[in-house]
């Protein structure tokens, strides 16, 4: 399979961080079990790809592959697990140079008015802290964001997340825009001793499209949004074709 290039692999280790950190596979990215099955696609990111499980137990990954195959993926679990001899090491992918700006330097941009600062964090994670005078996007709106930015002004990336910053920078290269990524991202603002604003309705409940604000809140005592919850779980199936219900496997 991992000679194939026409099929997407990924191979899993279900155990615990510190099992994963003591050994593991070469060429295996941790996914626990638990959060493999709810979040798949933050570990999985081509969809219909082959996915390979493996623990040192016998019991995670069989138990994980069940669920993940009920759900439609094309999965299967490693003979022998963490003892076989499987080694999917590769050459690493030099990622592109990302043009980089330091937080000094940015911050003199901004006192001169010649910087856009954009914001590619999660939303609720801007309205916590973002640098003062950012604006906050997400892809879907990118193209839609960048309209405003005066010619005159350097365009100035915020994230704190590697993956966003190469996947942005590609996205520019495709739209013609040049762009800086700020070195360290938020994290390195800070530690220069910048300053951080808060902004609790920016941007606003509609705009926050990467957040289900009644997810969140029905852990908070919250019974309205426990109801939405609850209607929008028991809602699921109702929303899905003949073609979209086929794909699952359900054991009986």
Known sequence: WAEETNRSLFLCDVRTEPEFLEKTLPGAQH????????????FVGVRNARIVLFDSDGIRANTTASWLKQMGHDVCVLEDGLESSLDLSSNPITPIQLPLIECDELMNSISRGCAFVLDLRPSMQFRQGSIPGSHWSIRP???????????????????????????????????GITAKFLSG?????????????????????????????FVHDRHDGNKESAARYLEWETGLIAQLDQQELA??????
């Open 31 to 42: 996914a626990p079990g638990g959060q493999l099955i709810q979040a798949t696609d933050q």
């Open 141 to 175: 709106n990118l193209s839609r964001d960048l309209k405003n930015i005066s010619p005159e002004k350097i365009l100035v990336v915020v994230s704190d997340d590697p993956a966003i910053n190469y996947c942005a920078a590609i996205e520019f290269l495709r739209l």
């Open 185 to 213: 991202g938020l994290m390195a603002w800070q530690k220069a001793g910048h300053s951080l604003e808060k902004s609790p309705k920016v941007p606003s409940d509609s705009e926050c499209i990467d957040f289900l604000f």
């Open 247 to 252: 794909t699952f496997c359900i054991l009986q």
